[in-house]
């Protein structure tokens, strides 16, 4: 397909599979209640513009939020503003969380000691 001499055959399974990505692009996702006293999962990534996050119970989504970072917030290192989405996170959803089990996920490395920091004697 990168060369311009070569054919291009657009098959029924190629139909098929642009049918099925088209769908999911065009459908919306649907946002369930949170059932009872269920714990939670929280993943929370950053980039330089802004912070996101979604809170989902037992593999379903219950909510997403985002927003943009504050001028004096883009001048943080990396591992502040991923720690800034899990607070933000943590304060938009606190009436969720409050006094349940919760796993909070985020690809930033470092802030696994911030989660699990080592005893000290």
Known sequence: MTQN???FIWSEAYEKSF???KDRFTST???????GTDGFVVYCDSSKVGV???LMQNGKVIAY???QLEIHEKKYPTHDIELAA???A???WRNYLYGVHLDVFTDHKSLQYVFSPKKVP
């Open 52 to 54: 996101g996050c979604v």
């Open 19 to 21: 049918q099925k990505l």
């Open 29 to 35: 996702s649907v946002l369930t209640l949170p059932e």
């Open 90 to 92: 943590l304060k938009i």
């Open 86 to 88: 899990v607070v933000f």
């Open 65 to 67: 939020a985002s927003r």
């Open 5 to 7: 001499k070569a054919k």
